[in-house]
């Protein structure tokens, strides 16, 4: 019968010989990851089959925690008892400038198992209070490892595939006047901010290009009206003739190191 499987196995009984390493920053002067992934067997007979991040989906990380979830597949003609992963950034796996891993819940049975597949899903948490820096925000490597019922490790992959975790940013819109004659000019203002992960706010996001969308009452997709760039401040500002009732937003597309983000819909009554 397969042992009952927890996260607290993967950070305990998974390492007996595992004094699990604090969470790792260079410019705090730690190193290492948790000994199971930084000393794996050299004899591998399982693989790593799947690994997926947050849903496939870049993870967006304001001033406070961000949870999301991991899942790991492997494969292993004897059994797994275990599959789990581990994101890191860095040149040297065993020596990261920073990695994130699972929460030590506790929770019960992970897995999903049949004769040979066992497939974990597992939370994580991205805290900028704690971990993060905005150096950090980016392309991350995901490490992924599998266990059998004797404790061996049976699969490792140092780098299987990448994720984004990124600083999230925020925008907003405010159509003026309200409500405006048709044929007068609107003007649209707001502001692109973006999380620092340094100071824990979020500052205006500089020299940024923004979409002005517009959708007028009873249509059922925006049209791209213009596109703006945000001043030295973050602020963003534009006009438009005033054509019928409707809905205007600004939305930012992010980029390698940003989320996206799109404002509340702002409507305006146009007599």
């Not at 959708?215 to 791209?224: D, E, H, P, R």
Request: charged share 20%.
């Amino acid at each position: 019968m397969r042992t009952r499987a927890s996260a607290a196995v993967l950070t305990g009984a998974l390492a007996l010989s595992v004094l699990a390493v604090p969470a790792a920053h260079a410019s705090d002067g730690d190193s290492g990851v948790p000994a199971p992934f930084a000393a794996p067997t050299a004899a591998a007979t399982g693989k790593i089959t799947k690994v997926t991040v947050n849903g496939g989906k870049t993870i967006a990380v304001g001033t406070s925690k961000k949870k999301f979830t991991v899942e790991v597949s492997a494969s292993n003609k004897s059994g797994v008892l275990l599959a789990a992963a581990l994101l890191w950034r860095g040149s040297d796996f065993n020596n990261p400038d920073v990695f994130l891993e699972e929460d030590d819940t506790g929770t019960a049975e992970p897995c999903k198992y049949t004769a040979t597949t066992a497939t974990c899903k597992y939370t994580f948490t991205a805290d900028p209070r704690a971990k993060l820096a905005n150096k950090d925000a980016g392309s991350w490597k995901v490490a992924g490892l599998a266990i059998d019922d004797t404790v061996q490790v049976i699969a490792f992959v140092e780098n299987y595939k990448s994720a984004k975790v990124v600083r999230a940013a925020k925008l907003t819109a405010n159509a003026t006047p309200e409500p405006v004659k048709k044929g007068k000019t609107l003007t649209i203002s707001g502001a692109l901010t973006r999380a620092s992960w340094d100071n824990l706010k979020y500052n205006g996001f500089a020299s940024n290009s923004v979409k002005l969308q517009y959708k007028k009452k009873g249509a059922g997709a925006w049209t791209t009206v213009k596109t703006v760039k945000a001043d030295s401040r973050g602020t963003v500002k534009t006009t438009v003739k005033a054509s019928a009732d409707g809905d205007y937003r600004f939305t930012y597309g992010g980029s390698g190191t940003t989320g996206s983000a799109t404002s509340v819909a702002d409507f305006v009554d146009v007599r």
